[in-house]
């Protein structure tokens, strides 16, 4: 049997089809986005059974609308979440080591407009104040870069900050606005895939456990006596008995704790939107930097570099509907206005715009006048057991990308002592996913791509794309690859081969056709994806899943119409 086979015959989503009408589990997650996939992988990897469940696709709520930077949060500093900016800055380098073909280093500039301004409304904020500081003068940001460079310390794998004055730093960058004084510059990370590494840490998950199991497009559809019985997208039904639940369905938290019994109004959240520019004098004025800064209104925006395009975000405006959110034409405006106010040198317009994403922050409730001074930090409430609910629910309320697996490892702490057993992995330096024996320099690098190149025949060029997409996983897609007689490309997205998406469709957990151009693929998010490669696509799937004409049109219909009102795309 060859690689190909093997992969597909034992495709971990057969599991869930094998489930009867009573199965035992030690734990059922509902919620596959971040904090989910991250304890699952660590409940996994301790040898318990676990289901993780999604009523969408994994990874795509909340988790599928990050600013894409995995940092320590600066601006928490302000609010005195010192512990968070510790915990924060420690998993931005732990991810730099154990998902590196992910998550890179980001240079990040500080425009500076004043040497005094916000000392004292920082320090009202610091002891309780609502309102945010105003215009942070280069004093205050000094005091909060040394901070920051010192929570830091642990793990480092990047430099330490430095300011520099008005002249180099419009030396060092000419488009930003002459009214500035100085500019700091420090360092934090971005994320190339977010979405991706939530599939992978389920993957690892499945990996490590053969009993355990996940399954997205499933909704429950009864909870009575301690039995949950689900229905998956196809039809079918399953029944398991959990002897506990852990609710990280983020914002839509408390609506699951309803359903199961629990009433509950934990979740305040708010909503972030960013919109991507094809507009590549602005990428080039970047050179790879993330300006950092403050907007008129007092708001902390950010732009970068993503994938060729540049990332403008965010808002923070509270919000309650994550079924319905989108970037509105408020906050298109806004956010425009922000960046053509910082970079006069450069022309920034709405028909730049490739893509645009929204999605609400399960923030803990809070009466904070101001959305920005919700905290981001975490927390586990516990409901317990009652005479008609013979499990405790555990709520993953809050938290962020970057401190997911520090969150994880709590919760999972927390579940291993009320189950009475004991941690037998830690996941603190645990690779994840195509991160694993990742090549750590040029020369590994390069050896890495000549012996997948002999395995696979695959040429070092494609094997380089395939390594930046899906890290030392790449070998495997290159292995499908060869296993094709046919070589053709997406017809608009000439980088991505019919092979290519047929070992996603078989392998990844896809149900629908937006699970690939979003979510599986940057397709979508880098604004390269066309109508022709969207046909192309369903073609694919069709023949993988047994999709008839109809099925491959409605497919095509609902992701083009979703792409164009939610994400501002243009086919």
Request: charged share 20%.
């Amino acid at each position: 049997m060859n690689q190909l086979q093997k992969e597909t015959s034992l495709h971990p989503a057969d599991r869930v089809t094998t489930l009867g009408n009573e199965e035992d589990f030690d734990v059922v997650i509902f919620g596959a986005g971040i904090n989910g996939a991250g304890l699952f992988r660590d409940l996994c990897a301790q040898g318990l059974r676990c289901l993780i469940i999604d009523k969408g696709d994994f990874g795509s709520g909340t988790s599928a609308a990050p600013s894409r930077l995995i940092h320590g949060g600066l601006k928490y500093l302000e609010t005195g979440e010192f512990g968070l900016v510790a915990q924060s800055t420690l998993e931005r380098n732990l991810l730099l080591k154990n998902a590196p073909h992910y998550v890179s280093p980001l240079p990040t500039l500080i425009p500076i407009f004043s040497w005094f301004n916000g000392i004292t409304a920082a320090l009202r904020t610091l002891f309780g104040s609502t309102s945010a500081p105003r215009s942070r003068g280069a004093v205050l940001i000094k005091i909060g870069l040394a901070l920051y460079d010192f929570y830091g310390s642990r793990d480092r794998v990047m430099p330490r900050h430095r300011l520099v004055g008005r002249n180099r730093a419009l030396k060092e960058m000419p488009v930003l606005t002459n009214s500035i004084v100085a500019a700091g510059t420090y360092y934090d990370a971005k994320i190339s895939h977010p979405e991706r590494l939530v599939l992978e840490l389920i993957v690892d998950g499945l990996t490590a456990s053969n009993i355990a199991a996940a399954a997205n497009y499933t909704t429950m559809s009864s909870a009575s006596n301690g039995l949950l019985t689900f229905q998956t997208q196809k039809g079918g039904t399953f029944s398991v008995r959990p002897k506990l639940v852990v609710n990280g369905a983020g914002p839509w938290i408390d609506h699951v704790n309803a359903s199961l019994g629990a009433p509950s109004k934990m979740i305040g959240g708010t909503k972030g939107s960013h919109i991507l520019l094809k507009n590549d004098e602005l990428v080039d004025s970047l050179a790879g930097r993330m300006v950092y800064f403050e907007a008129d209104d007092g708001r902390i925006c950010l732009v970068f570099d993503y994938l060729g395009r540049a990332l403008v975000g965010s808002t923070d405006t509270k919000a309650d509907n994550p079924d319905t959110v989108r970037c509105e034409q408020d906050e298109v405006d806004y956010l425009l206005a922000s960046v053509s106010a910082l970079m006069p040198g450069v022309r920034v317009e709405r028909g730049q715009i490739v893509y645009a994403y929204s999605g609400i922050r399960p923030l803990p409730a809070s009466d904070a006048s101001v959305a920005g001074l919700i905290s981001r930090d975490h927390s586990a409430p516990v409901t317990e057991p009652d005479q008609t609910r013979p499990f405790a629910i555990i709520s993953l309320i809050g938290g962020k990308w970057t401190t997911f697996r520090g969150f994880a490892e709590e919760v999972a702490d927390t579940v291993l002592k009320r189950l009475g057993r004991n941690r037998s992995v830690s996941t603190r330096s645990m690779p994840i996913g195509g991160g694993r024996n990742f090549p750590a320099n040029a020369n590994e690098r390069l050896k890495w791509l000549n012996e997948a190149s002999v395995a696979s025949g695959v040429d070092l060029q494609r094997i380089d794309t395939l390594l930046a997409r899906y890290g030392t996983r790449a070998l495997q897609v290159a292995l499908h690859e060869s296993a094709w007689s046919n070589t053709e490309r997406l017809p608009g997205s000439h980088d991505y081969s019919l092979a290519e998406i047929d070992y996603i469709v078989r392998n990844e957990f896809v149900e629908h056709l937006a699970d690939v151009v979003m979510r599986r693929t940057t397709l979508a998010v880098t604004g390269s994806l066309t109508i022709k490669d969207l046909q192309a696509i369903a073609s694919v799937a069709g023949r993988a899943h047994g999709w008839g004409p109809e099925r491959m049109d409605e497919e095509i219909g609902a992701t083009a119409t979703q792409l164009k009102v939610r994400n501002l795309m243009s086919l």
